[in-house]
């Protein structure tokens, strides 16, 4: 049977971390230290995780026309995303995210610039959705306006349509569309602040399976997630893991997921084969992990499950 494709829709960018050598950051001076970068980017990352996991995927989104935007779309295109929806925006930088955290791994400051995916509009996603397969999945971020987060759904058809906050100040871009989402991922702090409520976990997620949402994760770091569909929450456990960096776990669960369904899986049975997409990646020093293959997700979820016959 052949694999359904999935779209995303929504940031690429490059992160930058930089540490202070010191414990303790220094204020209102130059501070010694070390800088890295990579690629970065939500709706980029978990269609890099798609592609490794050998889905056919496209990417709709806005890089400046610099060098960084040139590395973006070179990279991304040899990790196996279809990276012809990508523009070159010449009046806007490539989006960064930029972390400083001390020596003692404490975030001093974090500085989104995210201005190219405002020229992201409801036609642009709109034009891209008339020429996506009419049994594709298609994965938005909320780096988009809400304007044209409106259009997708509304232009969504039949089509599976699944989301990620992305933080809990671009949350609120998703409020208008919750009916018409398939799927939510979120974490604690961003289901606390939809609801309104510091409840535990539990009561959360049963709250979140009352609607408007049919399913959803709800992710839980080393816990695992709490999913729910058609009003029922299960418990997916974490699969145990040697982290090296947690960074992208949520993106690699997210993209696994995705995988799964594209390939034929029902939601609950994708949710419990995608921890191990999120069990490699963090084993990895990478944001995405670039072994990450079906056959190494699906190798890695049989050690957990030795009595289950997984179909590839």
């Known amino acids: 049977m052949k694999n359904r494709s999935v779209l995303c829709i929504g940031g690429c960018v490059i992160d930058r971390v930089g540490e202070t050598v010191d414990a303790k950051e220094r204020l209102h001076t130059s501070n010694i230290g070390h800088m890295r970068s990579s690629l970065g980017g939500v709706a980029r990352n978990v269609a890099e995780n798609l592609a490794r996991l050998g889905i056919p995927v496209s990417l709709l989104s806005r890089v400046g026309d610099d060098p960084e935007g040139e590395r973006v779309i070179a990279a991304s295109s040899r990790a196996g995303i279809d990276m012809a929806g990508v523009v070159r925006d010449s009046q806007a930088a490539t989006a960064s995210y930029t972390a400083i955290f001390n020596g003692e791994g404490e975030l001093v400051i974090g500085l989104a610039d995210m201005g190219v995916f405002e020229a992201i509009t409801p036609e642009t996603a709109i034009e891209a959705l008339a020429t996506a397969a009419a049994d594709a999945v298609l994965f938005t971020d909320a ?9 997708i759904a509304k232009a969504k058809g039949g089509r599976m349509l699944a989301s990620v906050p992305v933080s809990i100040q671009k949350l609120a871009r998703l409020t208008s569309i919750l009916g018409d989402l398939d799927i939510l991922f979120l974490n604690l702090h961003e289901a606390r602040a939809l609801l309104g409520s510091e409840d535990d976990a539990e009561s959360l997620a049963h709250r979140l399976a009352r609607g408007p949402v049919r399913r959803g994760l709800l992710t839980l770091g080393p816990r695992g997630a709490l999913a729910w569909a058609d009003g029922k929450v299960t418990a997916i456990p974490a699969l ?12 690699a669960l997210a993209g696994a997921t995705l995988a799964r369904l594209a390939v034929g899986d029902d939601f609950i049975p994708a949710a419990r084969r995608a921890m191990a997409a999120a069990a490699l990646t963090v084993e990895s020093p990478h944001t ?7 056959s190494a997700l699906l190798a890695r979820y049989a050690l957990s499950q030795p009595t289950e016959t997984i179909i590839p």
């Open 288 to 294: 995405v992990r670039a072994d990450l293959t079906m």
């Open 240 to 251: 145990a893991s040697s982290p090296v960096n947690v960074n992208g776990a949520g993106d």
């Open 143 to 151: 780096n988009l306006q809400p304007a044209t987060l409106r259009a």
